[in-house]
């Protein structure tokens, strides 16, 4: 069995928690998330805690499902309580970022102005024109978009200009050399 999944799940006051079949629903004071469980893993609510078991008999094929649904219950619970966040900065002569309407206009050295498209259920800030705030309750959603906004223009590793995560760290290459010849 997994170790992951062996631990049980706690629910927090002013968290709900249903279990229909192998639909998992969570509810909470930011909103509200579901997920189906995997087939031959069961989650029941006993107390103040969500357990989880795989089918008898296959305990070692279910395993690393095992684990991945508990984790999954864990970041839906952690969503709807405390919500998830990713910061990005913008590092480069001109590039900037803005907020337009459920838009964000990236200006990173391309001709035109590359606009991006928010995602429903995500909150985006621009603090300033080179940070981007992107929250949400779900993490897989928050992380998915701020992956798709960094791919725009990545570090790069000479100038380290692009799009990078906050706490991110470009290993920087030395550039071409004059030789004394």
Known sequence: MSRIGKIPVAIPAGV????????????????????????????????GSIHF??????????????G?????????????????????????????AQLKGKTVSLQVGFCNPVEMEIPQGLTVEVPN??????????KQAVGDFAARV?????????KGKGIRYHDEVVRRKAGKAMSAG
């Open 16 to 47: 709900d928690v249903k279990i229909e079949g192998s639909l998992f629903k969570v509810k909470g004071p930011k909103g509200e998330l579901s997920i189906n469980l995997y087939p031959g893993i069961s989650a029941e609510a006993e107390g």
């Open 53 to 66: 078991k795989p089918e008898a008999g296959r305990e070692e094929e279910l395993s690393p499902f095992h």
């Open 68 to 96: 991945l649904n508990r984790a999954l219950a864990q970041n839906m619970i952690i969503g709807v309580t405390q919500g998830f966040a990713k910061k990005l900065k913008i590092i480069g002569t001109g590039y900037q």
């Open 129 to 138: 024109p080179t940070e981007i705030q992107i929250s949400g309750i779900d």
């Open 150 to 158: 960094r791919k725009v223009r990545p570090p790069e590793p000479y």
